[in-house]
């Protein structure tokens, strides 16, 4: 069973840095591009960022750019997303997902490349 499962998230002040983790389970851990997407309240998920399996390349959102960096460990079968300098709109819930084509050269940020999806983190940033 396919499972990714989000934790790290929390409430910090404007400035602060949080590392986020995916856990991955039930599939081949380095064969899958795995990505990091964001939900604010009223608004639609969107793609922060990603890193394929094949060659660690990765995909940065411009508003996230500078900022956030991803990486992944494929022996301890972890995704992190490290954010830094955290602004209050980079509030939202954070979710992990599994690119639904194993070994791919890149990945990009739109929803419907994803087909598995860990439950969220929250991540709140006050001013």
């Known amino acids: 069973q396919v499972q990714l499962v989000e934790s790290g998230g929390g409430l910090v002040q404007s400035g602060a840095s949080l590392r986020l983790s995916c856990v991955l389970s039930g599939f081949p851990a380095n064969a899958y591009a795995i990505g990091w997407f964001r939900q604010a309240p009223g608004k639609e998920r969107e793609g922060v960022s990603c890193?394929?399996?094949?060659?660690?390349?990765?995909y940065i959102a411009d508003s996230v750019k500078g900022r956030f960096t991803i990486s992944r460990d494929n022996a301890k079968k972890v995704v992190y997303l490290q954010m830094n300098s955290l602004k209050p709109e980079d509030t939202a819930v954070y979710y992990c997902a599994k690119h639904r084509l194993g070994l791919r050269r890149g990945c990009g940020p739109s929803v419907n490349d994803y087909d598995s999806w860990g439950q969220g983190t929250q991540v709140t940033v006050s001013s």
């Open positions: 890193i394929t399996s094949r060659d660690d390349s990765t």
